[in-house]
Nanobody, 112 residues
Framework: VQLVESGGGLVQTGGSLRLSCTAS????????IGWFRQAPGKEREGVAC????????YYADSVKDRFTISRDSAKNTVYLQMNSLKPEDTANYYC??????RGQGTQVTVSS
């Protein structure tokens, strides 16, 4: 039973990345899923989440209109599409099935 993130990397300011959060051993649709990030020396920040009931989405003000969270039930995966990336988006991003599991994270680095 685990969550595995992928899709991080190095990108220039203004670029895009799509992060994936894939579950094994359980069904993501049964959980509210959140993406979080943490940069060295900074507090953890909740970036986005998607509910398990009606698929409602919520975003931090810092990423609103730039990031999009979505589900692919067939692939048991939640995505975080990140556009118009900024250097301040640099962090380790991880996903969490609320109250159940979290992944190890994937590093996103945005160069200026």
């Amino acid at each position: 039973v685990q969550l595995v993130e992928s899709g991080g990397g190095l990108v220039q300011t203004g670029g895009s990345l799509r992060l994936s959060c894939t579950a094994s051993g359980f069904t993501l649709d049964e959980y509210k899923i959140g993406w979080f990030r943490q940069a060295p020396g900074k507090e953890r920040e909740g970036v986005a989440c998607i509910t398990n009931r009606n698929g409602g989405t919520y975003y931090a003000d810092s990423v609103k209109d730039r990031f999009t969270i979505s589900r692919d039930s067939a692939k048991n995966t939640v995505y975080l599409q990140m556009n118009s990336l900024k250097p301040e988006d640099t962090a380790n991003y991880y996903c969490s099935a609320f109250g159940f599991r979290r992944g190890q994270g994937t590093q996103v680095t945005v160069s200026s």
